[in-house]
């Protein structure tokens, strides 16, 4: 028995990843999109949408090598292999373990013309707060933060701490995409402060947007 379990441990990440991958694929591929303000080029930018909000945009944007960091976790084992059949090239890191190592490789790939897609709130939250590790990659590379702001309807919301949202086959999503906004790499701590502030709002500004025209409050 316990040489069966030691066996499902090792084999899950891959079971169910597969399982989720096509879960994602099936569902995303129902899915009505509107984008708007899409960046036409998207060489050394940072999208940055709260990590509840992550589940279509991931999928639109697949098969574009863009970059992703993904946690240690044993989650972030089963989200890797999800990330990377949607054509995503992932980096191992997290605030707990690898942080500097995956801060480190992000920043060079962005510095290279590369592109980013973030959760400036996650792995852990708390949800709708821009972390300081978003804001180190921008000043250190000279990427520029782009707010995206998610909706769609109808959908599931999770009791999770991030109010994670699946929509629902044939659903609507609208995904509303603000400017660029810059780190100096010489910014003193209140600038970085005063760009992480402004983030943060323009992502609440673009979501509470993206509610509102799809009928929610």
Known sequence: MAHLKYKWRAARPRVLSGLLYFLVRGVCS???????????????????????????????????????????????????????????????????????????????ALKDGG???????????????????????????????VPVGISARPRLVANSWDKYIVPLP??????????????PAKATDEEVEQVRLQLESEIHRLEKLAESELGFT
């Open 115 to 145: 592109t980013m897609a973030m959760t400036p709130d996650g792995p852990r939250g708390p949800s709708g707060v821009v972390q300081g590790g978003v804001m180190l990659m921008a000043r250190k590379s000279g990427a520029g933060l």
């Open 170 to 183: 044939f659903a609507k999503c609208l995904m509303i995409f603000g400017e660029p906004l810059y780190v």
């Open 30 to 108: 129902t899915l009505r999109f509107e984008m708007r303000n899409v960046p036409k080029d998207d060489a050394k930018l940072i999208f940055c949408g709260w990590h509840g909000r992550s589940f279509a945009f991931s999928d639109y944007f697949r098969q574009r090598g863009w970059h992703v960091i993904i946690s240690h976790s044993s989650d972030g084992e089963m989200q890797s292999r999800i990330f990377g059949r949607l054509g995503y090239k992932v980096i191992r890191g997290s605030t707990g373990r690898g942080g500097v190592r995956a801060a480190v490789e992000a920043i060079s």
